[in-house]
């Protein structure tokens, strides 16, 4: 198989690169083993997408140029800046810097301009040649945002400001004071329609502000019942915040793993959607229209370390998912395609292609051709070998304390786990459990030995239900007499109208009906046998429910207590002693 490729729901996702896809290995190994690696199908048919898209140790941000021809890359260790150029599909250069990388924006529509902000309170502004200038805040920076009109660049940090730096000046504007109980800012967005500025706070509240006047326009607290104190603080909160494009819809990502959608012109919320793992959402990308569909519906990319999930911003229904092996750190989308490129904590960084979102960039349109040819294949699902259970099953297993670890996966309503180690815990949770099917297993193999002895005949040979048994052949009997008496009527009926019938054709029906009675029972249907053989199915008449459904019950005897009818169908008959008169009806 060239490509790995999962279908957790009817979109197929395609992992082009990353761990798990194919055996990487370095220039010198592969000229040194050419030989051996001749003969070696794994490597033969490897793809690899773009040469040297991989960092040393990890990845920690990574965003696609405005005009979709380059990417640019920041990892450790050592820290660095790696461009990709797609035309060219390899590594275009690599840059080090002096820290670790926090966040960063590309200026221009390709890579030559960037501003960075690194782990040492400093700025760097990048140039086409190299590093241009460099500068540092008083605190701490979280997150970075660029407004185009005023080339004011807002920076995020530690402590009830954020910072406004004017590239076109080149110098610090006063900042902008949040209040005095703000204790950080983690994200912050630009609305590209309008302008309006969006922080996400550590106390779970986003504010607005207008950057023309630079003034505070509302302040908004998120809901935070499924919240609790764990969740504020230093990276707590507010975690993720991005603008539609139409300049009126927000997606608000939280600390708890929740993501919110909001309409700016009502304060509350369209939509609530559960990442599942409890995890703090550090990615949410506006995804506008599909492939698959004409109407250009909106969907949304929210993304935690352990699972990226694309869903309908109206409604949340899941479109599709996937979850690598290695730890999320950002993800960037090529717009108008179904290319996604993840920063994670592998060495390399992942790839992802899902042809119902879009088709393939010009530059690689041949992963279009490589797809059609997988999906001639049987595709692989991931899981495959797993078990689903409930968050309650879970608990029961005693396996709760995994949740947020790699062992469970969360999906839907529920969560993923080994079949292997359901089973262990299943047999630890309860270990008698081989001991009681050991014991149901002797019990049938001798009440099976017992049906093959002699023994007195009994009116119903049934084990469990007897008085199930009993009330369904007393309607079988009652509805053989009622047939048994209309057939009579009939022939009476016809005997005075002067139509003749065959008497021994009139005697075959009439032991046709009995001996039709007589075979048409539910005891002796072979669909119902375990109803009367099978303990499980016995039925408790001590429980709320059956005494609900059977209120009028003698003490006596526990049957129930028949209703006095005025039906004639339900008068015993004698053969011998009926009249012969003809009764209407």
């Given amino acids: 198989m060239v490509l790995k490729s ?6 197929t996702v395609y992992q082009i690169s990353g761990t798990n896809t194919s055996r990487s290995l370095p220039d010198w190994v592969a000229r040194k083993r050419r030989r051996d690696l001749k003969h070696d199908p794994e ?23 405005a005009d979709g021809n380059y990417a640019m890359a920041t990892g450790t260790y050592k820290p660095q800046i790696h461009v990709y150029d797609f035309a060219e599909l390899s590594l275009k250069f690599d840059r080090h810097t002096d820290a670790e990388n926090v966040d960063f924006i590309i200026l221009s529509d390709d890579w030559t301009k960037s501003v960075h902000l690194q782990n040492d309170r400093s700025i760097e502004l990048h140039a086409q040649g190299g590093i241009h200038t460099r500068t540092r805040i008083p605190k701490f920076g979280r997150a970075l945002a660029y407004r185009y009109s005023n080339c004011d660049l807002y920076v995020g940090a530690s402590g009830n400001e954020v910072y406004r730096l004017n ?14 109980d703000i204790t950080g800012c983690n994200c912050l ?8 500025l969006a922080f996400g706070l550590e106390n779970n509240t986003v504010q607005f502000w207008d ?3 630079r003034t505070k326009l509302l302040q908004m607290q998120m809901d935070n019942d499924d919240e609790g104190d764990s969740n504020f603080g230093i ?5 993720a915040l991005k603008f539609n494009n139409d300049g009126l819809s927000l997606a608000v990502g939280t600390s708890a793993g929740q993501t919110v959608l909001y309409d700016l012109r009502s304060p509350n919320p369209l939509l609530k959607k559960e990442q599942g793992y409890g995890l703090p959402i550090n ?16 969907r949304v990319l929210s993304a935690d370390k352990r699972i990226a999930k694309i869903w309908d911003a109206e409604g949340g229904k899941p479109y599709t998912s996937f979850e690598p092996s290695v730890d999320i750190n950002d993800v960037a989308h090529i717009p108008d395609t179904g290319i996604f490129f993840l920063a994670n904590e592998g060495m390399p960084m992942h790839t992802y292609f899902i042809p119902s979102l879009g088709p393939a960039p010009s530059w690689c349109s041949f992963i279009e051709n490589v797809t059609e040819e997988l999906e001639e294949a049987p595709v692989s699902t991931v899981y495959d070998n797993y078990k689903f259970v409930t968050r309650k099953e879970l608990a029961a297993l005693g396996l709760g304390h995994l949740l947020g670890t790699n062992v469970v996966r969360s999906y839907m309503h529920g969560y993923f786990i080994d079949i292997r180690l359901y089973e262990q815990a299943k047999l630890i949770s309860n270990p008698f459990a081989y001991q009681e099917h050991r014991e149901r297993e002797i019990g049938k193999k001798i009440a099976k030995e017992r049906e093959s002895r002699i023994r007195t005949s009994s009116k119903l040979g049934v084990k469990i239900n007897k008085s199930l048994a009993e009330k369904l052949a007393k309607a079988e009997e009652k509805k053989a007499k009622k047939e048994l008496r209309e057939a009579r009527i009939k022939a009476k009926a016809k005997a005075a109208t002067g139509i003749e019938e065959d008497d021994s054709k009139g005697e075959a029906k009439m032991g046709d009906i009995a001996q039709a009675s007589d075979t048409k029972s539910s005891l002796l249907d072979e669909r119902f046998r375990t109803v009367f053989e099978d303990p499980e ?11 609900q459904l059977n209120p009028t019950r003698s003490t006596k005897t526990g049957e129930a207590v028949p209703r006095a009818r005025p039906d004639s169908d339900e008068e015993e008959f004698d053969d011998d002693d009926e009249d012969d008169d003809v009764v209407d009806y």
Wanted: hydrophobic share 30%; proline share 5%; charged share 25%.
């Fill in 6 to 11: 999962t279908s957790s729901t009817n979109h």
């Fill in 43 to 65: 490597y033969a048919s490897r793809i690899e997408l773009i040469q040297d898209f991989e960092f040393s140790e990890a990845s920690n941000k990574i965003k696609v140029s």
């Fill in 167 to 180: 590239l076109d000046q080149g110098r610090f504007m006063n900042p902008l004071d949040l209040g005095p």
């Fill in 189 to 196: 967005d630009i609305n590209p329609a309008h302008g309006l």
């Fill in 211 to 213: 950057p023309r006047s």
């Fill in 235 to 239: 990276g707590g909160g507010i975690t």
């Fill in 283 to 298: 990615s949410l990308i506006w995804i506008e229209g599909t492939r698959d569909d004409s109407d250009g519906r909106a």
């Fill in 537 to 547: 199915f016995e039925v408790d008449e001590n429980t709320v429910e059956f005494q």
